[in-house]
Nanobody
């Protein structure tokens, strides 16, 4: 079993910064893609950013130039540096990881989420 634990969510004023972390633990052979998602009110869950095992990165248009995703493969951890935060960034942020087992099977796991609140 694999667990993802997020941290770093908080209340911050508009224009401020936060750094989210998500660490995977358990029986892990390797991790392919790791990503961050959020679910705005009344909308479906949306991608914020993802990073592949070889370092390829994708950002949502709404966060380009403000957020930076990175990962530490040795620690099975993905980070999301969030700068110039806006009230519309307020949401619960979830991380996920595509984990490969020693038998070569691949599973997607999700964290419980961390709350980010940006006040105007």
């Amino acid at each position: 079993q694999v667990q993802l634990v997020e941290s770093g969510g908080s209340l911050v004023q508009a224009g401020g910064s936060l750094r989210l972390s998500c660490t995977a633990s358990g029986i892990i052979f390797s991790i392919k893609t790791m990503g961050w998602y959020r679910r705005p009110p009344g909308k479906q869950r949306e991608l914020v950013a993802l990073i592949t095992s070889d370092g390829s990165i994708v950002y949502a248009d709404s966060v380009k130039g403000r957020f930076t995703i990175s990962r530490d493969n040795a620690r099975n951890t993905v980070y999301l540096q969030m700068n110039s935060l806006k009230p519309e960034d307020t949401d619960v942020y979830y991380c996920n990881a595509d984990v490969v087992t020693s038998r070569g099977f691949e599973y997607r796991f999700w964290g419980q989420g961390t709350q980010v609140t940006v006040s105007s």
